[in-house]
């Protein structure tokens, strides 16, 4: 069973930074796709990170590309996100998600392309 849960979520400053992660149990991490995604209230779950199996692709959104990275460690099944120069529009909920099937490029992003999720973990962005 695919289970995977966020942590490393809080408040924090414009400016600040961040680092979230996402534990990965019950399957090969190493073979799936994935991905960070966000949900503030009242707008749809966006798509702003994603990382390929080989662990060097990666793609993000125009709206954090240059502050965030995304990495990851197949050795500890551990997906990380450093979040930098946060700004106040930041503030989500976000959720990690993992598939076997990897979406394409143009598709990566794309939260229906993924059917493995976390429950969240809040950032709060205050200015």
């Known amino acids: 069973q695919v289970k995977l849960l966020e942590s490393g979520g809080g408040s924090v400053q414009a400016g600040g930074s961040l680092i979230l992660s996402c534990a990965a149990y019950?399957?090969?991490?190493?073979?799936?796709?994935m991905g960070w995604f966000r949900q503030a209230p009242g707008k749809e779950r966006e798509g702003f990170a994603m990382?390929?199996?080989?662990?060097?692709?990666?793609l993000y959104a125009d709206s954090v590309k240059g502050r965030f990275t995304i990495s990851q460690d197949n050795a500890k099944n551990m997906l990380w996100l450093q979040m930098n120069s946060l700004k106040p529009e930041d503030t989500a909920m976000y959720y990690c998600?993992?598939?076997?099937?990897?979406?394409?490029?143009?598709?990566?992003?794309?939260?229906?392309?993924?059917?493995?999720w976390g429950q969240g973990t809040q950032v709060t962005v205050s200015s």
């Open positions: 998600a993992a598939d076997l099937l990897c979406p394409t490029v143009v598709e990566a992003l794309r939260a229906e392309k993924y059917n493995y």
């Open positions: 019950g399957y090969a991490y190493s073979s799936y796709c």
């Open positions: 990382i390929y199996t080989d662990g060097e692709t990666t």
